[in-house]
């Protein structure tokens, strides 16, 4: 019966969203030069995510979901930047990487979220906008400003993969 359906089907029915198109060569080297920088960022941002973890005492389970979309989105870029040099784009799996790209860029959004208000907590301040004229310390400025600046690349990453739409 599956198979009937399957035949009814035909080759010409897609999944759909999985018409990837693939990427331009100038697209294909944007998206290695994030994937480098993310690969730069990513050792400093987990020490002082573990740091922070520490002496700030942050909920162990939300560090640990945010350095998994660190190592995540990597691997997902590392995947589709070899299915583009090998010039063997398989449209569904790219959409499926795409997507799976997109959830961690969410993920570390929440968390930048998340850290970013336990960091006005520690300095007991009103609203999250505020620590941007409140003077942190140098450890939280830079947890801060290593996941604004990861969570922006993997974002930017996505605008290219997606055509340059912002998602």
């Known amino acids: ?3 009937a359906l399957l035949i009814a089907m035909g080759p010409w029915q897609t999944v ?3 018409d990837f198109e693939p ?3 100038t697209a294909l080297m944007s998206l290695a030069e994030h994937h480098k920088a993310m690969q ?3 050792p400093q941002l987990r020490i002082q995510l573990r740091t922070m973890r520490t002496s700030m005492k942050f909920d162990v389970r939300e560090i640990h979901n945010i350095e998994r979309s660190v190592e995540k989105a990597q691997t997902d870029l590392e995947r589709l930047i070899a299915m583009h040099n090998r010039n063997r784009v398989n449209s569904i799996r790219a959409h499926f990487l795409v997507d799976d ?3 961690k860029a969410a993920s ?3 968390g930048l979220s998340h850290v970013t208000l336990q960091i006005a907590k520690k300095y007991s301040l009103a609203e999250e906008q505020e620590i941007q004229n409140q003077t942190l310390s140098e450890e ?3 947890l801060l400003s290593l996941l604004r600046d990861y969570s922006q690349l ?3 990453s996505l605008q290219l993969l997606s055509g340059g739409e912002p998602r």
Do not use: I, T
Request: proline share 0%; glycine share 4%; net charge negative.
């Open 16 to 18: 759909d969203g999985a």
């Open 154 to 156: 993997v974002n930017q």
């Open 108 to 110: 570390l959004d929440q």
């Open 140 to 142: 939280d400025a830079q």
């Open 1 to 3: 019966m599956l198979l």
């Open 23 to 25: 990427l331009d060569e």
């Open 101 to 103: 790209l997109r959830r």
């Open 40 to 42: 730069q960022l990513a």
